[in-house]
């Protein structure tokens, strides 16, 4: 599939085929684009734990559940759930990863990289800084004891958390997978999955074959275009050139929007076939 029509056709799937699983190769080529998703500050912060449904207890199954994750649950054949190991930063602190990109030229020399730079200058004052920061945040519930983290620790792992989770969606699609990124019961995951305390949880992408049609009633509604981007300061709208939006509906990037017309007999249709209230 062309770049501009993954772009386009995303959705989020809700309705999948319970029936059909998601084939290995599948599955490992979504897991290494999310592998291959851009590091913040070169930290290797992303774990991730697969979870096939066939395998869960319809307790375990039942726990996980949401008041928004419900159906969902039962159909998804596999759930990928990501989290940023926050404790990556201390073993980052020899520079070694820094290095090795040194080393690999993604670090020009000409921008200043060295091996010198690093060890005097980016390590104590961006890593060791990251690290001892005095501004904190609790990591899970707010209690007295409970272990806190660099707020900014905190922000750079939820900003590698999205990127890698915007990798491993838009590569499903690519698959020809159907995807959403949705919410499961961390407490009851905590103990089925038993991941460190240090690893800050995010949203799991639900993973199968799509029930719906791939185009799912439409493109989603979005607020205007001058609403979120500006030009310089805010208040001043970007400028939005229609030629633009000609060429990229062309291209795939925008498309149809919803509602299509038949999506509610589509609804009615798929939800009967899956045995779901109509």
Known sequence: MEFAEVIGGRRSIRLFRPWRPVEREKLQTVLEA??????????????????????????????????????????????????????????????????????AGALPRSLGWSDDFIETTVVPEVYRALADDEDRVALGRRTEDAQTVSRRLMVAATT???????????CAFDQGLGAQLSAINFAAAKELLGYPDDWLPSSPIFLGYPAESAAAGGQRPREPFERDFFLGRYG???????????????????????????????????????????
């Open 34 to 103: 999310m592998r291959l998703a851009p590091r913040l500050l070169g930290l290797d912060l992303i774990r991730i734990v697969v979870v096939h449904r066939e395998r869960l207890s319809a307790e375990e199954l039942g726990a996980l559940k949401t008041p928004t994750t419900t159906s969902q649950l039962d159909m998804a054949p596999v759930l990928i759930v990501p989290f940023a190991d926050l404790g990556a930063l201390e073993g980052a602190l020899d520079g070694a990863s820094l290095r090795a990109l040194a080393a």
């Open 160 to 170: 590698a958390l999205g990127l890698a989770q915007t990798h491993g969606l838009l």
């Open 236 to 278: 001043v709208p970007f400028p939005r050139d229609l030629e633009v939006t000609r060429q990229l509906a062309d291209e795939g990037v925008l498309q149809a929007p919803a509602p299509l017309p038949w999506r509610r007999a589509e609804l009615r249709g798929v939800a009967s076939m899956l045995g779901l209230p109509t």
